[in-house]
């Protein structure tokens, strides 16, 4: 990260880009035992939350990355009672989780509780159903919550969490995907945010791969603008546990009783139709 001219700017050295917003003001920043998070006021996007200098998500464009982490998973599975979110500190997928009428109980598991805090008090729309009474705020560790859970005792697990670094990396592994397909109950799904098609190609190959070692059969990566994430494309990877990804319940999806800004049921069904390349390398 970058702050100069008040211009926040994310370069992506690897990739030879960058990513800049103007700012209005800087309103907050903090260590936390985990990371650095700040929150900037900008001119074009809104509130802005970074996390050791990344963009997490802005006012302008999270409901995109949001809506798709939650409902095509969620309209993919047959019936989704009980959902486990792992990371999603910021409580906007919660949110859209919860709009599913036959979701029982959702438990969202973030390492930091100062994401979530400070979420509730720059960006209180995304925290709208922190209180619903399905609704459990846990701030652990996420990796050891799954190898803890009961077998056959979920039916989605969301990953909305950042980039395979630090905290985040044991999210990409093998034994990560294994411990997730043993508390899936038959048909459930896991849903991971897999990063941007065009700058990380490798990585969600690599991660497709684990997924198949730890014993999912059917994949399927989804793939949506997010203008402020690097490239601007991102993606999300589904691997289900005896379930076909590639159809979804379109009437369901169609005929949703609640408002969506992003998702629907085309937009759903395109994001499934992956251009050539990405079929290419993903095999």
Known sequence: MALGDN???EIYPQDGAAFSLKLTDKIHEEQTPFQTIAIFETEGFG????????????????????EMMAH???????????????????????????????????????????????????????????DDKRATLMFDDGIRYMADAKPGSVDIVIVDSTDPVGPAEGLFTEKFY?????????????????????????????????MQAAGFVDLATVNFPQC????????????????KLNNFRNDAARKRPFATRYYSDGVHGAALNLPPFMI???G
Request: proline residues 3%; hydrophobic residues 40%; aromatic residues 8%.
């Open 7 to 9: 211009w926040y700017t």
């Open 47 to 66: 509130t802005l939350m970074t996390i050791d200098g990344l963009v997490m998500l802005t006012d302008r464009d999270n409901f995109i990355y949001h």
């Open 72 to 130: 095509t998973g969620l309209f993919t599975h047959a019936n989704p009672q009980d959902v486990v979110i792992i990371g999603g500190g910021d409580c906007g997928t919660l949110r859209e989780v919860l709009k599913h009428a036959s979701v029982r109980h959702a438990c969202q598991v973030d390492i930091d509780e100062r994401v979530t805090r400070l979420a509730e008090q720059y960006f209180p729309e995304l925290c709208d159903s922190n």
């Open 178 to 210: 294994r411990n997730c397909h043993r508390a899936l109950r038959d048909g459930g799904i896991i849903v991971q945010q897999s990063e941007s098609p065009l700058f990380h190609l490798k990585l969600i190959r690599a991660m497709r791969d684990a």
């Open 228 to 243: 402020s994430y690097p490239s601007g494309w991102w993606s999300a990877t589904m691997a289900g546990k005896n379930i």
């Open 280 to 282: 290419t390398a993903l």
